[in-house]
Protein backbone atom coordinates (compact mmCIF):
# COMPACT_ATOMS: atom_id res chain seq x y z
CA UNK A 1 0.00 0.00 0.00
CA UNK A 2 1.45 3.59 -1.12
CA UNK A 3 1.72 5.99 1.75
CA UNK A 4 -1.52 8.06 0.22
CA UNK A 5 -3.47 5.13 0.36
CA UNK A 6 -1.95 4.79 4.43
CA UNK A 7 -2.80 8.01 5.11
CA UNK A 8 -6.55 7.60 3.81
CA UNK A 9 -6.70 4.48 5.70
CA UNK A 10 -5.42 5.73 8.49
CA UNK A 11 -8.03 8.85 8.93
CA UNK A 12 -10.43 6.35 8.34
CA UNK A 13 -9.62 3.57 10.83
CA UNK A 14 -8.86 5.96 13.58
CA UNK A 15 -9.83 9.58 12.13
CA UNK A 16 -13.25 9.38 14.15
CA UNK A 17 -11.56 9.60 17.45
CA UNK A 18 -12.46 13.25 18.67
CA UNK A 19 -9.70 15.93 18.25
CA UNK A 20 -8.84 15.95 22.11
CA UNK A 21 -11.45 17.67 24.01
CA UNK A 22 -12.78 19.92 21.23
CA UNK A 23 -16.32 19.02 19.58
CA UNK A 24 -14.86 17.58 16.57
CA UNK A 25 -12.96 14.61 15.00
CA UNK A 26 -9.47 14.33 14.05
CA UNK A 27 -10.75 14.04 10.73
CA UNK A 28 -12.70 16.87 10.65
CA UNK A 29 -10.16 18.78 11.98
CA UNK A 30 -7.75 17.98 9.01
CA UNK A 31 -10.36 18.42 6.70
CA UNK A 32 -11.16 22.05 8.02
CA UNK A 33 -7.50 23.03 8.06
CA UNK A 34 -6.81 21.49 4.51
CA UNK A 35 -10.35 23.62 3.57
CA UNK A 36 -8.69 26.88 5.16
CA UNK A 37 -5.56 26.62 3.40
CA UNK A 38 -6.79 25.78 0.11
CA UNK A 39 -9.56 28.62 0.12
CA UNK A 40 -6.22 31.14 1.00
CA UNK A 41 -4.78 29.98 -1.92
CA UNK A 42 -2.25 27.86 -0.59
CA UNK A 43 0.46 25.51 -2.56
CA UNK A 44 -0.16 21.89 -2.67
CA UNK A 45 2.55 21.43 -0.25
CA UNK A 46 1.19 23.67 2.54
CA UNK A 47 -2.71 22.38 1.59
CA UNK A 48 -0.85 18.81 2.34
CA UNK A 49 0.85 19.88 5.21
CA UNK A 50 -2.91 21.69 6.93
CA UNK A 51 -4.44 18.16 6.56
CA UNK A 52 -1.53 16.19 7.76
CA UNK A 53 -0.42 18.86 10.86
CA UNK A 54 -1.63 16.17 13.57
CA UNK A 55 -1.06 12.99 11.87
CA UNK A 56 0.75 12.20 15.00
CA UNK A 57 -2.03 12.13 16.93
CA UNK A 58 -3.20 8.52 14.67
CA UNK A 59 -0.17 6.98 14.74
CA UNK A 60 0.93 7.08 18.64
CA UNK A 61 -0.81 4.91 21.06
CA UNK A 62 -1.92 7.22 23.83
CA UNK A 63 -5.85 7.95 24.52
CA UNK A 64 -7.66 10.40 23.34
CA UNK A 65 -7.15 12.55 27.11
CA UNK A 66 -3.24 12.49 27.23
CA UNK A 67 -3.41 16.06 28.01
CA UNK A 68 -5.69 15.35 30.94
CA UNK A 69 -3.18 13.03 32.29
CA UNK A 70 -0.33 15.75 31.98
CA UNK A 71 1.41 14.00 29.08
CA UNK A 72 2.54 15.69 25.84
CA UNK A 73 2.23 13.30 23.45
CA UNK A 74 4.63 15.38 20.23
CA UNK A 75 2.38 14.67 18.20
CA UNK A 76 3.92 17.11 15.56
CA UNK A 77 7.27 15.20 15.91
CA UNK A 78 6.15 12.15 15.56
CA UNK A 79 4.03 12.85 12.24
CA UNK A 80 6.73 14.56 10.57
CA UNK A 81 8.99 11.73 11.30
CA UNK A 82 6.37 9.26 10.19
CA UNK A 83 5.74 11.80 7.12
CA UNK A 84 9.39 12.39 6.32
CA UNK A 85 10.69 9.06 4.21
CA UNK A 86 7.89 9.76 1.97
CA UNK A 87 7.07 14.20 1.35
CA UNK A 88 9.78 16.81 1.93
CA UNK A 89 10.06 19.68 4.15
CA UNK A 90 7.60 21.60 2.71
CA UNK A 91 4.82 19.16 3.71
CA UNK A 92 6.28 17.83 7.32
CA UNK A 93 7.82 21.14 8.57
CA UNK A 94 4.99 23.34 8.76
CA UNK A 95 3.22 20.43 11.05
CA UNK A 96 6.41 19.63 13.33
CA UNK A 97 6.54 23.35 13.95
CA UNK A 98 2.78 23.99 14.43
CA UNK A 99 3.31 23.18 17.69
CA UNK A 100 5.95 26.28 18.52
CA UNK A 101 4.02 28.50 15.96
CA UNK A 102 1.66 28.23 18.91
CA UNK A 103 3.82 29.34 21.58
CA UNK A 104 5.14 31.73 19.05
CA UNK A 105 2.08 33.27 18.52
CA UNK A 106 1.53 33.34 22.52
CA UNK A 107 4.55 35.41 23.23
CA UNK A 108 4.11 38.02 20.09
CA UNK A 109 0.85 38.54 19.38
CA UNK A 110 -1.13 39.90 22.69
CA UNK A 111 -4.92 38.93 21.87
CA UNK A 112 -3.55 35.29 20.37
CA UNK A 113 -3.88 33.75 23.48
CA UNK A 114 -7.54 35.15 24.53
CA UNK A 115 -8.96 33.43 21.12
CA UNK A 116 -7.21 29.70 22.12
CA UNK A 117 -9.66 27.08 22.87
CA UNK A 118 -9.51 25.78 26.75
CA UNK A 119 -8.11 22.66 25.30
CA UNK A 120 -5.21 24.52 23.26
CA UNK A 121 -4.51 26.53 26.35
CA UNK A 122 -3.97 23.58 28.37
CA UNK A 123 -1.61 21.75 26.02
CA UNK A 124 0.19 25.06 25.66
CA UNK A 125 1.04 24.28 29.23
CA UNK A 126 2.31 21.03 28.78
CA UNK A 127 4.06 22.17 25.29
CA UNK A 128 6.27 24.83 27.67
CA UNK A 129 3.73 27.77 27.30
CA UNK A 130 4.65 31.27 25.69
CA UNK A 131 7.96 31.35 24.11
CA UNK A 132 11.05 33.35 25.39
CA UNK A 133 11.69 36.43 23.35
CA UNK A 134 15.25 34.34 22.53
CA UNK A 135 12.97 31.32 21.35
CA UNK A 136 10.88 33.41 19.25
CA UNK A 137 13.58 35.14 17.30
CA UNK A 138 15.30 31.86 17.00
CA UNK A 139 12.05 30.32 15.87
CA UNK A 140 11.52 33.49 13.17
CA UNK A 141 14.95 32.36 11.63
CA UNK A 142 13.35 28.81 10.83
CA UNK A 143 12.87 28.08 6.83
CA UNK A 144 9.20 27.32 7.19
CA UNK A 145 8.43 29.41 10.43
CA UNK A 146 5.87 31.49 8.63
CA UNK A 147 4.19 28.89 7.09
CA UNK A 148 3.60 27.18 10.66
CA UNK A 149 2.34 30.62 11.53
CA UNK A 150 -0.04 29.89 8.62
CA UNK A 151 -0.79 26.49 10.26
CA UNK A 152 -1.27 27.44 13.49
CA UNK A 153 -4.19 30.03 12.58
CA UNK A 154 -6.10 27.53 10.11
CA UNK A 155 -5.57 24.70 13.34
CA UNK A 156 -7.23 27.57 15.17
CA UNK A 157 -10.49 27.81 13.25
CA UNK A 158 -10.62 24.62 12.40
CA UNK A 159 -12.67 23.26 15.25
CA UNK A 160 -16.73 23.91 13.81
CA UNK A 161 -18.74 20.74 14.59
CA UNK A 162 -20.81 20.35 11.75
CA UNK A 163 -19.00 22.29 8.84
CA UNK A 164 -19.34 20.85 5.39
CA UNK A 165 -15.83 20.89 3.81
CA UNK A 166 -14.37 18.57 1.03
CA UNK A 167 -14.40 15.09 1.82
CA UNK A 168 -10.56 13.15 2.69
CA UNK A 169 -10.56 12.45 -1.26
CA UNK A 170 -10.80 15.60 -2.44
CA UNK A 171 -7.41 15.85 -0.96
CA UNK A 172 -5.50 13.11 -3.04
CA UNK A 173 -4.29 14.49 -5.68
CA UNK A 174 -2.62 17.44 -3.27
CA UNK A 175 -1.01 14.57 -1.66
CA UNK A 176 -0.01 12.48 -4.84
CA UNK A 177 1.68 16.11 -6.17
CA UNK A 178 3.73 16.51 -3.27
CA UNK A 179 5.07 12.60 -2.57
CA UNK A 180 8.75 12.94 -3.30
CA UNK A 181 9.19 16.63 -2.44
CA UNK A 182 12.41 15.32 -0.53
Known amino acids: MDIVEQIITLYHRRGDAMYGGEAVTQTEHALQTAHLAEADGSSATLIAAAL ?29 QWLGAHFGPAVTEPGKLHVAAKRYLCATDPSYYSRLSAVSVQSLELQGGPMSEREARDFESLPFASDAVKLRRWDDEAKIPGWAVPPLEHYRAHLQQCLGSR
Open 52 to 80: LHDIGHLVHDLPENAADMGLDDCHEALGA
